[in-house]
């Protein structure tokens, strides 16, 4: 399996929609030293923004770990209202 996009939507407590830009500064993900994504820059308008990887990331099957990773997702929001993001 290949991920090749991420879709977040934002929320206030409420469950209504906020712009991206309002919460957001930077958003990452990484894997282990690898990054695969940092933005900077969200759209104005709608809830939700796009996270387009530089590179897919490849999820193998078998293994030890049963073809699960591990990829962290740091949301920056320094002057944030209350939000949740949902994917």
């Known amino acids: 399996m290949i ?3 991420l879709t977040l939507r934002l929320e206030d407590e409420n469950g209504v929609g906020i712009a ?3 919460p957001l500064s930077r958003v990452t993900i ?3 030293p690898t990054v695969y ?4 820059v969200f759209p104005g308008s709608g809830s939700t ?8 990331m490849r999820i193998q099957g078998g293994g030890v770990n049963g073809g699960q990773i591990t990829a ?3 949301i920056d929001s320094p002057t ?4 949740r993001p949902s994917a």
Do not use: H, K, M
């Open 3 to 5: 991920l090749e996009r």
């Open 20 to 22: 991206p830009s309002a």
């Open 30 to 32: 990484a894997r282990g």
């Open 37 to 40: 994504y940092q933005g900077t």
């Open 49 to 56: 923004v796009d996270l387009v990887p530089s590179r897919p």
């Open 72 to 74: 962290g997702l740091t």
């Open 80 to 83: 944030a209202p209350r939000c």
